[in-house]
């Protein structure tokens, strides 16, 4: 299969347009790059009948072969892993580089996941009862992707519902639809017609899919507030959910810091992916003894640091995905600035094509500050000082987010005890952003509900059943 530049949904197996479209935008020139078919909701509808239709029979496969084809999306992706970076690129704006990590990533949990199997639990095994809980697939899945890791976030969800026995319909953003319709023409073949869909849309599909009776799961990466109004959808039919949502994650560095050697470390801690990014470092916390050498250090290497389009040799950075997101980051510079707050680095936007922000460092803003409080989700970064720890934890804690944190220190007991107070589903120790299909990924707070990869994750596309069998005779009730 060869990557065109014509792009279809998947539904029951097999190829589907519509009437409408919408444009896709590369963020680094503005240009259009394709018109991606806008589902209608009779597509929705039959999208949604055809994954019912197969659940029974996909629910019965054998997990042997359910996880031996979630193997085979990983090998086929492989072979077009070149294509997939570079559309990947296109569409999203990301270096290269980093759309190829992007894609290996994708493999490793498609390979990883297909391991994984619900565990049965058994309580009693006598002669005359046995009592076994075990796990069954919860049926009909609407998984929701963002723009920011747009193959990544699919992925997460695709493999273990599938292995898990669920069908699965994918809704990409609207922003970053391409690769997704891709994958779903890439294969197409290989699943039995109607165990994996694909719609792309506009805001009108989201809304379409989650108030719709025959979902029964939703699976979502995006913002809280979207999260909030898909629990509101979700209720009317008790629709179980997975949200992974928004963070503010705070990163602490003690005194006792190695700048020289941690400065890169923690930089791309908070600008990674341009620091669109849950999970990026949205508030770095430096201990007062330091703060100025350590600043000094960050800015020197920021500077040094490429931002441009990702397709270019040697950009590290690229644009922000679209321009609504573009817009916001633009007026939190503005309002920082209206505030009278210091920039170290930055804090202009260059009238220019595409949706470029320059690198910005914040210095010591008030904690009230928009730049602290809010997730700025692009290149912004409010350096912060602290002298007390106590007053550290619960400044870091002072926040509706609880996603990820991270305590930087070479007194490893010490930093522990400090990141056990921390109120965050992943907490990294002279780390960060280490995650794996292997092991549990969630937020606290109003980060999310429920959780992603590892066992715990695959439970998610689940329901728990318990099977009591009695081997005796039938006692009389009488």
Known sequence: MKLDHHYTMTIDGAAATSTETFTVINPATEQVIANAPDATHEQVDAAIAAARRAFPGWSTTPLERRQALVRQISERLAEHKTDFAALLTQEQGKPLADAESEIDRCLHWLQETA?????????????????????????????????????????????????????LILKPSPFTPLTSLKLGELIRD??????FSVLSGSDRLGPWLTEHPGIDKIAF??????GRAIMRSASTTLKRVTLELGGNDPAIILADADIEAWVPRLFWAAYSNNAQFCLASKRMYIHASIYDQFASAFVSYAKKVKVGNGAHAGTQIGPIQNQPQFNRVRQLLQDTHAQGIKFLLGGDVP???GYFIPIAIVDNPPDDARVVAEEAFGPVLPLLKFSDENEVVRRANDTIFGLGASVWSKDLDHARQLANRLEAGTVWINTIHELS???????????GLGTENGLAGLLEYTNAQTIITNRGAVKSID
């Open 437 to 447: 299909p292997t092991y549990t990924f969630g937020g606290h707070k109003q980060s």
């Open 115 to 167: 391991k994984l199997a619900p565990p049965v639990q058994v309580f009693t095994d006598t002669a005359d009862k046995h009592i076994e809980t075990r796990h069954v697939p919860i049926g009909v899945v609407a998984a929701i992707s963002p723009w920011n890791f747009p193959m990544t976030l699919a992925i997460w969800k695709i493999a273990p519902a599938l292995v898990a026995g669920n069908t």
């Open 221 to 226: 990466t995006g913002s809280t507030p979207t």
């Open 351 to 353: 009238d220019s094509k």
């Open 190 to 195: 290989l699943l039995p017609a109607g165990v």
